[in-house]
């Protein structure tokens, strides 16, 4: 089945600075990103996705962007903001399963710092 | 729209006691979905339905049922709880290929 690393495990960023998470995915056949954000006690919530189709997407102070050919896919926050700190999950889909399941990396604790 | 509901959100078992944890979701999705999430392991996967009807194992379906009612719910049912299935539960349901998915607020169950 499909593997997705994610690194860091944890990110420590002054406020105002960026922070990059950075995954991969084992199977070519992957063409669906989808990113999330979750909040302590909360539950996980999309942020922001990406298809095979598209190299970049942007969402105001987040982008995600997608190298097909080294297959992985990275996460930007740009001007961090206390309210950015969260454990964010990154996560693959394969097209043309039937059973649209997410794969998920192990996840990123990014802390900002005030 | 609620989007995808999960009762109870808490719950204590004893040991060897059973229980159901209800998932509903409004969105009329195909697929749904049972993860659990322990404290640095990410969230794993338990069992599945692609869709109405059809229900598959994860990757930790051990000790663990579900049942798929009709499109709108997927329960998930621990027979003999123990120790180990101390965690907290997400329900999660998705539309199809190229969709992410809307997950419940999750059950913090805690087996004594």
């Known amino acids: 089945g499909e593997n997705v690393e994610q690194h860091p495990s944890t990110l420590s960023v002054q406020e105002g600075d960026s922070a990059v998470i950075k995954c991969t995915y084992s199977?070519?056949?992957?063409?669906?990103f989808p990113w999330y954000k979750q909040e302590l006690g909360k539950r996980p919530q999309l942020i922001i996705d990406?298809?095979?189709?598209?190299g970049e997407k942007k969402d105001q102070r987040i982008a995600v962007t997608l190298n097909k050919t080294a297959k992985h896919f990275s996460l930007h926050i740009t001007e961090t903001q206390p309210e950015d700190s969260a454990v964010y999950f990154c996560a693959a889909s394969k097209g043309g399963s039937n059973d649209y399941k997410l794969s998920f990396g192990a996840g990123t604790t990014v802390t900002v710092r005030a | 729209n609620a989007g995808v509901t999960q009762t109870p959100k808490f719950q204590v078992l004893k040991t060897g006691q059973s229980m159901t944890l209800q998932c509903a979701q409004d969105?009329?999705?195909?697929?749904m979905y049972w993860y659990r999430q322990d404290p640095g392991m990410g969230l794993r996967l338990i069992y599945y339905s692609a869709s109405e009807g059809t229900t598959d194992k994860g990757e930790v379906p051990n000790g663990y049922n579900v049942s798929r009612l009709n499109k709108r719910e997927f329960s998930l049912r621990l027979e003999s709880a123990a120790p180990s299935q101390t965690s907290v539960y997400f329900c999660?349901?998705?539309w199809g290929e190229g969709y992410g998915y809307t997950f419940g607020s999750g059950t913090r169950l805690t087996v004594v």
């Open positions: 969105m009329n999705h195909n697929s």
């Open positions: 999660a349901s998705r």
């Open positions: 199977d070519s056949a992957s063409n669906y």
């Open positions: 990406i298809r095979s189709n598209v």
